[in-house]
Each structure stands twice: as C-alpha cells, then as structure tokens.
C-alpha cells in the first residue's frame, strides 16, 4: 500500500505507514527495542554533527540554504521513523505519552517561575 507524502497527516496514518514499510522488508526481526534506541541516538548524533562546530549564524544558514535544509529534514525524518517504530514495536501510544510528561513538565516549570528561563527545574 502505497501513500503520498501529503497523505502522512495523522499520526495513526504515520504508524502504520512505517510499520508496514519494515514489514514489506521483514524488518521486525531487527528492531528490538535496544536496536530501535541505538538507532534512534545514531540518526540524532547525524543531526547533530551537521551543526557541529559552527557558529549562530552558520546553523542559521544550514536552516535556510535549501540544499542543506534538506540534508536536516532528512535526518529529522530517521529520527522521527525510529521514534514512531520504537513506540509502535513497544506498544507505547505517542499522544498519551506527551501528554504525561507535558503534564509532569508543567509541575516542574510552572509559568510563573519559567518563563524565559533555561535553568533546569532543581537550580
């Protein structure tokens, strides 16, 4: 089953377009939970290393320049297929996931006292 990239629009339609890609591939017997993490961590450090060492502006133009704009969109895409398949091989719904935590966040950074601060909620 084939779907056009504007048809990726809800969250459910997502999963199961990435649950039924690695099936098409018999891709399960390779992504354990441990698997997926690593995986996970080695597309967010390919991320990562397009902005290391450069300075504001240049990460600013990395953001701007189409060509490497692209080369972000596509490590931010391997990160979100690893999130999304993580979640879908363990059972963990996405949603009420981020609402928990948001909910928790809101405990530990109440407005009041966070707004337009990066200190971490113990300092």
Avoid at 17 to 41: N, S
Avoid at 98 to 112: D, I, M, Q, S
Wanted: with cysteine.
């Amino acid at each position: 089953m084939m779907h056009s990239m504007s048809k990726l629009s809800d969250l459910d339609t997502i999963l199961l377009t990435v649950k039924q890609f690695c099936e098409e591939r018999e891709w399960d017997q390779f992504h354990q939970p441990k698997d997926l993490a690593i995986g996970l961590v080695t597309e967010s450090a390919e991320l990562l290393d397009l902005f290391r060492f450069k300075s504001e502006a240049q990460c600013r133009e990395i953001i701007s320049e189409s060509g490497s704009r692209e080369k972000v969109s596509d490590e931010l895409a391997d990160i979100l297929f690893f999130v999304l398949r993580f979640a879908e091989r363990t059972g963990i719904a996405l949603p009420e996931a981020l609402e928990r935590k948001l909910e928790k966040n809101r405990a530990k950074y109440p407005v009041e006292t966070a707004r337009g601060s990066n200190r971490k909620y113990n300092e």
